[in-house]
Each structure stands twice: as C-alpha cells, then as structure tokens.
C-alpha cells in the first residue's frame, strides 16, 4: 500500500516531519540514503571511544528542543557555562556571571578584554533577550561582527573571545555571520545550557527515530528523482504518495528539485586517546592567541565517561576549514598543543579525523525565521535547512510546520472532493 506522504531525508526535519504527520492519523514513509537516521548528527564507535562527527552540542534552551526531546532519556551532560581562553602563556577563565556570580571577580581581573567590554556583555545580554524569536529576527540586519563593533566592544575582545567562541559555531573565523543569527545563539547560550547526550549526540535523532511507525523508516535507499508525485530510487523502484517532502541538506535538495545550491561552511575535528585528559572539567578550551590551527579543544570523556573506555580520555580538537591533508593537520595541531600542554601530547593516539567540508550552510545575511513552509508545487513541499536557519531549534520547527502545511492541505483536498461529491 502506497504511504499517504513520503518524507525523504531522516535527519532532524524529516524526523520532526514524519512524527507530526504520523500522530494525525497518516501513513508517513522516510526515505533516507544514509545507513542510520540524523543527517549531519551522528556518532561513530571505535575502539571504545564515541566519535561524534565534528563539534556539535545541543543547546537546552532550544524551544523546540525541548517540546520534542525527553532530556531526562538523553542524560544530559552540560558544559561549564563560559570557557577556558589560551592568551599568551596561560589559560584564563571567561564565565557568564549570571550562573556563577561568584566568578565576577575573576571575570573583571581576566586580560580577555577591557573592563568596558565587560559591561558591554551585559548589554549585549539585555538585547538579546528583549522581545520573542520574531521580535529578534525582524531587526535590522548586519553581520555578527559589524554588531560587536557598533556596540563598542574592543578589537581585543573581538579577538580574544567573540571570535574564537562564536566563529566555532558557525565555522566562520572572521564572524561574517548575520547579527540576527548571532544573537539567537547568544540568547540560547544565556537561557539554557550547552550538553551533549551522555552516550554521544546521536542519540537525539534516534531518540525521534524510536517513536516513528515499525518499518516507516527505509534507509540506505537514495532518491533519484522527484516528479509527478512519485520518486524515483537509485534502485529504479518509483514510490508514489498524496504528498512528498524533500528534508534533505541544502545541496541534495538542489539536484533533487532544483532549488540554488547553498553555499557552505567547513571544518575539521581530530580526535586523540590520552591516558588523561590536559584538564579537568566539562570545559570548553578556546584559542585567544589568533595564532595555530586550533580553534578549539574539549575532553567528551571528562562530562560522560561513555565516551571513553575505561583508564583513558577522549580529546576532540577542532580546525576552520577541510582543505588540509590529514597528517599536515595533525602535525600542526600537535605543534601548538605541545605549547599548551607539554610533552604529554606526544602520547596522545589519533583515532580519527573528520573533514567536513559541508559541516554547516553559510549564515551571512540575510537570514529569517522561517514564517511559512515552502510548498514548491502541487503536493511537493521543501522543509529543514534549505528553508530555515541551520540549528537543531529550526530543524525541528521547520519539520513541524511543514507538516501542519502539508495536513491542512490534504485535508483541504479532501474536503474539496466531498463537496464536489455531494453538489
């Protein structure tokens, strides 16, 4: 029996989509080229060790997040509110005085930027939170770093701290990001923690992927061609459906229905085995110098001690860019740690390096909350980053909403057959 939608692409759209539509009542089919639902987010397994593929982490605060995910389930495991900084010769902590007033002290004496700044950041702060979502993405438009700059904040602490920090989130080392983007993650980083899943961020899409139909996710089956409401697998099957949803990433979609390729943003994470970990804590360690490689560090293991096997500690370092030959990169990195942490990194073990060359889409401006779901012809819809700014807020929400589209419009059919029945 033919399914009423099919959805292709499981990552978080797709999933999002596909539950929705389940719980009206439809037959919602996924078709995902992948081995394994999540899209971008996944975790790999080797020799013990948990390997997520790049740097990624779920923001609590994430509306949607937190309406779809049982956090409870995910054992959450949060980061330190703030970051460990490398300037010069020494490590200095940056903390959100908000959650740890007690580090204001700290704080002020800390050389990350100027007393000023500062009070800047609780400006910043203030604006961020002001009104709702909407409110903050209908505001005048600039890049992340014009903004800083109009409000007054130093090159120092632009470079120190904005840019390492920020720029690790969106791989953009020159913060050419729009400003209403920019100051949504701020918002997120204010009102909820940073964590990842104590058994590797994978577990969030199979977490949505569990609650779906027995046998309505097909993986490794490749959609070919999208017409006439029916696709076409790699296989040669053609499945037909009322409905089809494209939930792919922003390139796929565009050799599927021909909407512009997207632009995007590459990075390259490197992961080592160490007998111990070069600190301890749930930390996030940032590269202020402006010189090296690193952008930024983190032990897995130290906030879930699934990530490593037992007597030994995961490190996940973290490169801007894919272009460069693994053994080079690993060269350079080690280089600059060697500096940080002494020699005890030549022990260090590479277990794995990911480049990712399509990690993100590029988020310079503009950029929009999504207002409507993007219905491309008669009973094809687009939904997840070709349509939304890339977070897992937005995946989710743009799976969501697509799916209240693509209802009301069949059951709107529906009811157009009727009255034609009975006239």
Not at 34 to 61: C, E, H, K, M, S
Not at 336 to 341: D, F, G
Request: charged share 20%.
């Amino acid at each position: 029996m033919n399914p009423d939608v099919i959805v292709i692409g499981a990552g978080l759209s797709g999933l999002a989509c596909a539950l929705r539509l389940q719980q009206a009542g439809l037959r919602a089919n996924i078709i995902e080229a992948a081995d394994r639902p999540g899209g971008r987010i996944a975790t790999d397994t080797q020799d013990g060790f948990l390997l997520d593929r790049g740097f990624q982490v779920l923001q609590t605060w994430y509306p949607e997040a937190q309406h779809m995910l049982d956090y409870d389930a995910l054992d959450l495991r949060p980061f330190y509110p703030g970051a460990l900084v490398r300037i010069g010769r020494r490590f200095h902590r940056v903390s959100d005085i908000w959650r740890r007033p007690a580090r204001l002290p700290e704080m002020l004496a800390s050389p990350v930027g100027t007393t000023g700044d500062k009070l800047r950041l609780l400006a910043l702060r203030h604006r961020a939170l002001k009104g709702g979502i909407a409110d903050l993405y209908a505001r005048p438009e600039t890049t992340a770093l014009a903004l800083l700059q109009q409000l007054g904040f130093s090159r120092q602490m632009q470079e120190r701290f904005f840019k390492p920090f920020f720029a690790g989130v969106f791989f953009e080392p020159d913060l050419d990001v729009s400003s209403r983007a920019f100051e949504f993650v701020f918002r997120a980083f204010a009102l909820g923690d940073t964590a990842l899943p104590a058994h590797g961020m994978a577990q969030i899409p199979l977490q949505l992927a569990e609650r779906l139909v027995p046998e309505s996710l097909h993986c490794g089956q490749r959609a070919k061609d999208v017409r006439d409401g029916s696709v076409l697998l790699d296989s040669g099957e053609r499945l037909s459906a009322r409905a089809i949803i494209v939930a792919t990433d922003g390139n796929a979609a565009a050799d599927l229905v021909g909407t512009p390729a997207m632009p995007t943003r590459g990075t390259t994470c490197l992961y080592f085995a160490a007998a111990q970990a070069p600190f301890d804590g749930p930390d996030l360690v940032l590269n202020g110098t402006g010189q090296g490689p690193v952008n930024s560090l983190l032990s897995p293991s130290n906030l879930s001690a699934s990530y490593a096997p037992p007597g030994q500690a995961l490190i996940a370092v973290n490169v801007f860019g894919s272009a460069g030959q693994p053994d080079a990169v690993e060269a350079e990195v080690r280089s600059q740690l060697l500096v940080w942490y002494g020699k005890a990194v030549n022990d260090w073990q590479r277990l794995a390096i990911y480049r990712l060359p399509a990690a993100l889409p590029a988020q310079r401006p503009p950029v929009q909350a999504p207002a409507h779901p993007r219905r491309l012809a008669d009973g094809l819809w687009l939904c997840g980053e070709s349509v939304a700014p890339p977070s897992i807020h937005w995946a989710l929400r743009s799976g969501t909403t697509t799916a209240e589209a693509v209802l009301d419009d069949l059951h709107g059919a529906r009811d157009d057959r009727m009255s034609a029945g009975t006239g």
